[in-house]
């Protein structure tokens, strides 16, 4: 059965300091993963994706992802958080059904707080 | 290009009104996801349709409904409104058949307010 877990619901970080947001997954086949940011009153923005490529997957904003098959992970990382990154960030797993369409979970979220 | 457009971006109804979200994918993305957002449940799944058939379908009571159309275009209606309607609902169209390269691109969303 397809889940996505977010370790943490609220991580709060100060400007400047790295930010490490923690997703692990589990899926019965090659899932796709992603990882979304919602700013308030705003839709979800796509972060990055994985697709059975490079393990390693840079995204937009200079966040980065890494997918660990052994681990069944796919955290999210950023080496120096920025008070604009102050957001809600959702993981994401999706795979193909038979029927055609797509199953896609997302995970509860996690609020990211940047303190000056 | 333009992104996907929701409208209307606010609503207000009364219980036991029925409501229609409309929603314009990017152009080119033929499927279409609907999706319910509320601070206690999440992001949860409603529907997904693709050249004007459902494929998929979460766990809402029937009055949950929804269509696309040969443009792509796409309308999830309520029913019967209730108080735990109140949600933001968000639209998501994605390249299709990609084994989901893509990723979804949402719009802004409908924020409805059952009173």
């Known amino acids: 059965a397809q889940s996505v877990t977010q370790l943490d619901s609220h991580v709060s970080v100060s400007e400047g300091t790295p930010v490490l947001l923690r997703c692990n997954y589990s899926?019965?086949?090659?899932?796709?993963l992603f990882w979304y940011v919602q700013h308030p009153n705003k839709g979800l923005q796509l972060l990055l994706k994985?697709?059975?490529?490079?393990?390693l997957v840079k995204g937009i904003n200079g966040f980065e992802a890494e997918f660990k098959k052994s681990e069944t992970s796919f955290h999210l990382t950023k080496p120096s958080a920025h008070m604009s990154d102050a957001a809600e960030y959702f993981c994401?797993?999706?795979?193909?059904?038979?029927?055609?369409?797509?199953?896609?979970?997302f995970g509860a979220g996690t609020r990211l707080f940047v303190k000056a | 290009k333009a992104g996907v457009t929701q409208t209307p971006r606010y609503l207000i109804k009364t219980r036991g009104q029925q409501v229609t979200l409309s929603c314009s994918p990017i152009?080119?993305?033929?499927?279409v996801s609907w999706y319910q957002q509320t601070p206690g449940q999440g992001l949860q799944f409603l529907f997904e349709?693709?050249?004007?058939?459902?494929?998929n379908k979460g766990n809402f009571p029937g009055r949950f409904s929804g269509r696309q159309f040969s443009n792509s275009r796409s309308e999830m209606n309520v029913s019967t409104l209730e108080l735990g309607d109140s949600a933001l609902y968000l639209c998501?169209?994605?390249?299709?058949?990609?084994?989901?390269?893509?990723?979804?691109?949402f719009g802004s969303g409908t924020r409805l307010t059952v009173v």
């Open positions: 349709y693709f050249s004007e058939t459902q494929r």
């Open positions: 152009s080119g993305h033929r499927s």
């Open positions: 899926s019965s086949y090659s899932p796709s």
């Open positions: 994401v797993v999706s795979e193909v059904l038979n029927t055609g369409g797509f199953k896609t979970i």
């Open positions: 998501a169209s994605r390249v299709t058949d990609d084994r989901g390269l893509g990723g979804y691109t």
């Open positions: 994985y697709t059975s490529a490079a393990t």
